[in-house]
């Protein structure tokens, strides 16, 4: 099952939740796979992984067709493995939009496809880059579910909208997976804020089965994390491990009822 972590807002969390969450499905025993498509590979530097110029990346994947099997590497955490990204992604969206060839959002759909990567694992997350570009629009093509990670502020909210469309024109498209949304998460949430609060309200209220019930407080665990390059759930106990760990069971009940609905729908 693939998840893209996308919203085109930067520093909202998608790096964040990709590896803790992928951490703590991994945990449970499940075999998960993390695809860092943004050229500041955060995911790749957050999972330990140190990429030389010589090592296979996302981008040999996506302009070379290398099978992606080839640019996999094992992690510190049993169980997880990592696609990594790096600086050569920072041109994708410019080589991809100049593609002649093939449809343009298609080509990470097609590679999975045809390597049929994602039945060997049991999730697969893909995190995107801040943008709204070609590689995000890659990523949502390929996934059937999309988590949107954001803020309890204003600008967050207003930008809400966009991320939508973003999510239903990849649905529309129709060259890849069908996607849908499986939920906006609230990270680096302030709970002692008035104004979190309410936006966190107003939020809920909109969209409200689209909300994840669970929300990431601000905590220090999550820097002090990413210094260590280790998940929370590697350091002492904190509000950001709970989290995750409340946010691990949200998204397995979530996938599951989505896709018991999809089933009855489909009439399987
Ligand atoms: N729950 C949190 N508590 C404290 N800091 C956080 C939290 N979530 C994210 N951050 C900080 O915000 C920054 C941006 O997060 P990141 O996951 O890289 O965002 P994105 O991938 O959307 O750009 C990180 O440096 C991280 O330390
Ligand atoms: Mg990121």
Redo the contacts with the bound molecule.
Sequence with gaps: MVTAVF?HK???????TTVNLATGLTNRGYKVLVVDMDAQH?ATDYLGLKVSRSDMTIYDVLFDGLDPHKAIYSTAIEGLFCLPASERMINASLRLNQDQIAIPSARLFSSFKKFALSSEYDYVFLDCP?DLDAVSANALNAAEYCIV?CFADRFSKSGLVNVVTAIEKAAENGCGTEISLLGILL??FRSMTKTAKRNLEEISSAIPEATFQTV????AA??DS?EICKPVSCLPKSP?SEDFEKLTTEFLVRTNKIAQITKLASGK
């Design positions: 919203n930067g520093g909202v969390g998608k790096s964040t955060n801040s990670p990270c680096n990431i407080r601000q905590s999550i820097p990413i950001a």
